[in-house]
């Protein structure tokens, strides 16, 4: 296991695809460091009120992989839909969704953004193209091929980035989804984020094929592999994926590979993998470090400055936690709304 581990990290480092990596503008970086930021303290914050049972069900934190998300959404434009699995927090605040919405919605609140109705892994905003938030695994991934097939079949243009882990990766229905979407050249991006565990299995003990961007190689859809720990290679590869998914030549597989600090949930304690792993990561390969130096260094950004704009982040977490802790739980009557809708 330790072996595999070694491998793996080393992997981050050497996937890039001889790609050189962009240099992003000095608000491109900000932005980037901003968002992944607010991913992170959110994710804090959710565990944190988690443990004070302020938040009840399952809660899948994003701590670790936020420069997918977010250099993913740097590479979209408006109207692309994201559709997601259950660890889903950061993908509704890269999308804009409003923090206080999202953690009303962890804690059953009236204000969630499904009335509290739906909890840590079923939210939705139509207004923001964001399409869940999915508890059954690898399902999420028929649906946004769907999303993909209406966005052919209308021709506005749009490209649905459709995200899954390694576990659901081996799901049968993923396949399925793979040759619809090949076969009717439909615009989707599929970014499947190799956290390395899937549940809890390293994926040298669960996968026969371990480079998941030759997933979609009996489909004939094109696949790389990317630093997902590095916000810029996917910003890069997110770009050429979308073009070529919107230009109308069929799907595109993105393997992400990146890395989770916490367990697979909130009450996995992660036995797995040795501390002196996740420490490895955290040191020498954190997303939201990266950024941070590039600004100081390269951009002569004042750490001052950068205090700020995490002084900023921590006000607005703080807020949404207020917010969610002192909105009303729905009234009982909200047990039969949204359940049927008449055609």
Known sequence: ??????????????TAQGSELPELTREQELEAYRMMLLIRRFE??????????LIGGFCHLYIGQEAVVVGMQMAAKGGDEVITGYRDHGHMLACGMDPRG??????????????????SMHMFSKEKQFYGGHGIVGAQVSLGTGLGLANWYRDDGRVSLTYFGDGAANQGQVYESFNMAELWKLPVVYVIE???YAMGTSVSRASAQTDFSKRGVSFN?????????????????GQRAIDFARSGQGPYILEMQ?????????????KYRSKDEVTRMREEHDPIEMVRRRLVETHKMPEDELKKVDGKVREIVNDSAEFATHDPEPDVSELWTDVLRDA
Do not use: W
């Open 1 to 14: 296991m330790a072996v595999a581990a070694r491998k793996q990290s080393s992997a981050v480092r050497d």
């Open 44 to 53: 804090e914050k959710a565990g944190q009120m988690y443990g004070m049972g």
């Open 102 to 119: 999202v953690m009303a919605e962890l804690t059953g609140r009236r204000g969630g953004y499904s009335k509290g109705k739906g909890g």
């Open 194 to 196: 190799n956290n390395r």
């Open 221 to 237: 859809i094109p696949g790389e592999q990317v630093d997902g720990m590095d916000v810029r290679a996917v910003f890069a590869a």
């Open 258 to 270: 990146t890395y989770r600090y916490r367990g697979h949930s909130m009450s996995d304690p992660a």
